[in-house]
């Protein structure tokens, strides 16, 4: 009957399904990632410096050479491709029996390089050499600073911030729970020791310990994830401290204890599911925190190590541009932030007044 009252609860909240929605779309882009990016190499990390910073839309022809190891490329679902073709971007070309005239895209109009026949495997006609070695691409949202399809790396970027946020909630909530259930059933010492534990970690500034845990850890994807986790768990200790605190004093645990169940099982059977709805509330905000820490973090270069393309991986290669008319290289990877953080922020919202038993 409960789960009924706030299922209608939550589809009643517009905003809350849509942010569902929202979240569910974006886990749904992260684990396919490779396969819906347009850039499927690993870390979409394609580099052609000639056609770096142009706008969306830009379109160009890219001369694709074989090489030796291009037959064996290797695909992974979930790593991506990794490519041993040589690609270059060119402005025109002249077609010759012998081999190929190229002019690279941004050299000048007399300037030409020429392709033996020999590297290329069948040079039969113009229209074969077409059809087998040029492709047009197109960069719906253009090309970064080193010349990657911007839209390949928010797609695969989004990686990070997701990965980083159901880490870091999973080592806070483990941590949290057990500590403050801990502390709030067992009371003495043990509560005494835990709540100085958390005070101290509560005196800290965020950033600056996930700073210091991630230089003592060393850079790098999981380190951040950790440095994260571990940062998170003292607000989730509190509250589960404190209504353990009030659980244990009612009169359906005092039942319990008088029938001889032990201790481990009245909490895990009968106090902590009653803290699953402020749980899911604060591991939603939880959620939103860890995307910002990180984005913090990998603004300051301490977060993911290139070449793995992270949203604020991308803001610090590029906030310069916000003054040099390509504003769009820093915006975009931030408005992708602020969606995801205020998806969460929301949803969090949300439901705490739909799982609020006064409402």
Known sequence: MRGTIVYKKFLKDLWAVFSTIYILLLIVVATFAYQIAPDSTSNANQMHLSIHSNPPGFKVDMLILPTENSLSNQKSFFLGEVNNRAEIPIQDYKFQTDGIEIQPYGSPSDYYEFVEASKLQTLHSESSFRKQYLVEKKFLLGTDKYGRDLLSRLIIGSRISLSIGFIAVFISLLIGVILGALAGFFGGYL??????????????????????????????????????????WVEVARVVRGQVLTLKEKTFVKAAQTLGYGKTRIIWHHILPLLIPPLIVISAANFASAILIESGLSFLGIGAQPPVPSWGGMVKDHFRYLLLGKPYLTLLPGLAIMSLVLAFMTLGNSLRDILDVKH
Do not use: C, E, H, Y
């Open 191 to 232: 509560d005494k020791g835990i709540v100085w534990l958390i005070n101290v970690f509560w005196s800290i500034p965020t950033l600056l310990m996930v700073i210091a845990i991630t230089l003592a850890l060393g850079r790098g994807f999981w380190q951040v994830f950790i440095a994260v986790g571990l940062t998170m």
